[in-house]
């Protein structure tokens, strides 16, 4: 006696949806990933290259990044400003730092500096920063690999 399996065609195709809404949350997701982190980064800056620079091992906490271009501008985000008037800018970034419960020591200032700006200019901008609290800093540079 040889019994017959009834095959349903329907009963046997997946529904898709979920599967479809999850890859665009994911494509979404990295989308806005990479705008983040190229907010950071000023195009014009042109970074100096360097044998001895090596990337960090594990990201720096609280990082507030500094582009500082050839002519002396100051770019922290969306802000534009010179050397001089950099302090307010530092003041407010130090006021999101106390909201988080830290303060201007727990944060690190990445500095990424145009390769054809002159270095007094780098260690006035580190003064400025150390003025208002700042103590730990990081230099960009592009890794410069020699064979």
Partial sequence: ????????AKAAEGDMTSMIDMVFQLIIFFMVLINFSQDDQNQTIKLPSSELAKP???????????????????YLGAE???????????ELEANVLNTQKKSAKDANVIIRADGNTAGGMVQELIKKCQESGYEKFALRAKEEIGY
Avoid: C, Y
């Avoid at 006696?1 to 349903?8: E, H, I, P, S, V």
């Avoid at 609280?62 to 002396?72: H, K, Q, R, T």
């Avoid at 008037?85 to 530092?90: A, C, F």
């Fill in 80 to 90: 534009t400003s010179t050397i001089a008037g950099l302090r307010p800018l530092l």
């Fill in 56 to 74: 960090a091992e594990t990201p720096l906490e609280n990082p507030i990044v500094l582009n500082l271009a050839f002519n002396g501008n100051v």
């Fill in 1 to 8: 006696m040889a019994l017959q399996r009834k095959f349903d």
